[in-house]
C-alpha cells in the first residue's frame, strides 16, 4: 500500500520556521521525483518545490526562492522542507507528491498557519 505521510506542520509567527517531513512507503522511492504542493483556502493547489529522483535538480516557485529548500533521503525514503522567513501568505495546506510516469501519489496533507 502506497502511503505518503507528511508531519512537522503547525502554527508559526511570521519571519519564523518549520521543516516539513514526508515518510513515504509502498513504492520504489528512490525512483520517484518528489515535490511539495500547496493549497491555500479559496485557491488552486500550486506547486511549491520539485526534486528529481536522484536529487540532482531541485525547482522552486518564485515566491519560495530563497526560503525555502527542498531535500530527500533515499536511504530514508523521505523528503522535507525546510521553510524559513514564512510569511501569512505561506499558510497552507502542504501537500507531499510523487511522480514516475503515469504513478503519481499524494500525501493527506498537513496545515500550515502563519500567523502573529
Known amino acids: 500500500q502506497v502511503r505518503l505521510v507528511e508531519s512537522g506542520g503547525g502554527l508559526v509567527q511570521p519571519g519564523g520556521s518549520l521543516r516539513l517531513s514526508c515518510a513515504a512507503s509502498g513504492f520504489t522511492f528512490r525512483l520517484y521525483a518528489m515535490s511539495w504542493y500547496r493549497q491555500a483556502p479559496g485557491k488552486e493547489r500550486e506547486l511549491v518545490a520539485f526534486?528529481?529522483?536522484?536529487?540532482?535538480?531541485?525547482n522552486y516557485a518564485d515566491s519560495m526562492k530563497g526560503r525555502f529548500t527542498i531535500s530527500r533521503d533515499n536511504a530514508k525514503n523521505t523528503l522535507s522542507l525546510q521553510m524559513n522567513n514564512l510569511k501569512p501568505e505561506d499558510t497552507a495546506v502542504y501537500y507531499c507528491n510523487a511522480v514516475r510516469g503515469s504513478y503519481i501519489y499524494w500525501g493527506q496533507g498537513i496545515q500550515v498557519t502563519v500567523s502573529s
Open positions: 526534486i528529481t529522483s536522484a536529487a540532482g535538480t531541485t
